[in-house]
């Protein structure tokens, strides 16, 4: 392994010492010198830092020392305002496991002990303590797993690189930057780089595991009790489900990690700060308190406090019973089959084409297709769709003519432009013919659902014809 690290660095040695390389440059250095990404690391870090191996791994494995400290705490004697004595309930006895992986399941229970002794003592930060303690939980689980003390150290160098992109991305309240996000892909990226996958497949895991944790914010609810055990466990249980995803499925993965995680990063910054006042507006009534500072509170503020916490319930039942009001029964709940993949993104604009469709009469000479920007991205999918509904009034279970639109001969007469909209939610059709024309100007809704704003020949006439054809329309 040395040699292989040395002959890296006898490469590389110059782009690592003068150049800043990003997590993807670094996954084809590792590939094309026929290292693990953890051992492109290492082999960085001994060049910028002019250290011998050994010592590389020494200290990543020291700087947990104190993280550990705290997480015995948390499977002991501690005990954490928001989560209680989570740590020492899972450690308790076998009957307590979480998930039957013997290793992911030491590595969830002491990411929550870390947690509970980061309430008592702290923990050493990366992006936040959040990440810290699936770092510190994962590092214990694979010491006490049977992986040798090198494994151990080469891991602990990946995580602490990974976790450093996410703590210099890290710049507000945002778990997708700290605990989860930067969590789950450390976890990711270990796991497979221990499982044996190539630098490649350590970055789709990173990807992976990425993607369900952006713009997921935290700091609000890090004051509500035992909701930040979810994130903080959602860490290990992400970062284990992408690593074998990739490891062991043929499953496709085409982003580049640095571009999902500077995506991530710049949606952290722009829409965390949105998220977080939405989530305060409904959860501050749920944050933990301790009474002596409770005290020191003017009791006009807490009597403020108490009479917004029963307005907000209210509210919010009130928003829920509207929304239920307009469900199906419960044994229709479900929409029709969607082709494609989405309800939003393709049974709705399906579903406005096939109203289209039922207005017009005589032959289809063009057709205008409108889409909102996050639809017309999604055109490959969606395109096929609205095109079957619009030209047969196909409906969105209709996979024969979904996957065989373009080979059929209507369609060669039929003139098709589509156009982006940068208004949210638009989608609109318009079709023309050799008799009766018409338009359907609608917005985009889940589960195949459409809300009609405008029509041709009227708004009225769409209506009839949705409820003809047995498509919801909402508000």
Do not use: W
């Amino acid at each position: 392994m040395k040699t292989q690290i040395d002959a890296a660095i006898e490469t590389y040695g110059k782009d690592f010492s003068e150049k800043t390389l990003t997590l993807g440059e670094l996954v084809e250095i590792a590939e094309t010198s026929g290292l693990s990404l953890s051992q492109a690391v290492v082999a960085e870090a001994m060049v910028r830092e002019q250290k011998p191996y050994d010592r590389i791994l020494k200290e990543v494995l020291e700087i947990f020392s104190h993280n550990l400290k705290a997480l015995d705490i948390g499977l002991g004697t501690g005990r954490s305002f928001l989560l209680g004595t989570v740590g020492a309930d899972l450690a308790r006895s076998e009957e307590n496991s979480l998930i039957q992986d013997p290793l992911i399941n030491r590595a969830l229970t002491y990411t929550l002990a870390a947690e509970v002794g980061n309430h008592e003592i702290g923990l050493m930060p990366c992006a936040g303590t959040g990440d810290s303690c699936p770092y510190t939980g994962l590092l214990r689980a694979l010491k006490e797993n049977g992986y040798a003390e090198e494994q151990v150290g080469l891991a602990a160098a990946l995580i602490l690189k990974v976790g450093s992109v996410f703590r210099a991305g890290k710049r507000t309240t945002g778990c997708n930057m700290e605990g989860y996000g930067a969590g789950a892909a450390a976890t990711a990226a270990v796991l497979t780089d221990l499982r044996g996958g190539r630098p490649a497949q350590t970055a789709k895991a990173i990807v992976l595991a990425l993607s369900p944790t952006i713009a997921v914010p935290c700091t609000p609810r890090v004051m509500v009790a035992g909701l930040c055990a979810t994130h903080i466990g959602g860490a290990i249980l992400v970062g284990n489900l992408a690593a074998n995803l990739v490891l062991k499925t043929t499953l496709p993965v085409d982003v580049d990690v640095d571009v999902m995680i500077a995506m991530a990063a710049r949606i952290h910054t722009e829409a965390a700060p949105v998220i977080t006042g939405i989530n305060l507006e409904y959860l501050r009534p749920y944050f933990q308190k301790k009474a002596p500072v409770e005290s020191l509170i003017e009791p006009a503020i807490r009597e403020e406090e108490r009479e917004k916490a029963v307005r907000i319930q209210h509210q919010a039942r009130e928003e829920i019973r509207k929304l239920m009001a307009s469900s199906r029964p419960l044994t229709r709940v479900l929409g029709e089959v969607v082709v494609g993949g989405s309800s939003i993104a393709v049974g709705s604009p399906t579903n406005m084409a096939r109203i289209c469709n039922a207005l017009v009469h005589g032959t289809i000479r063009t057709i205008r297709i409108d889409l909102t920007t996050d639809l017309f991205s999604r055109r490959a999918i969606n395109v096929p769709a609205i095109l079957m509904g619009a030209i047969y009034g196909a409906r969105t279970d209709d996979a024969d003519r979904y996957h065989k639109i373009f080979d059929l001969p209507e369609l060669r007469d039929i003139r098709v432009t589509i156009n982006r909209i940068d208004t949210p939610e638009i989608q609109r059709i318009r079709i023309e013919t050799t008799e009766t024309s018409a338009m359907v100007d609608a917005r985009n809704r889940g589960g195949g659902r459409v809300a009609i704003v405008d029509a041709e020949p009227s708004r009225q006439a769409a209506l009839e014809a949705a409820e003809k054809l047995g498509i919801q329309v909402v508000d």
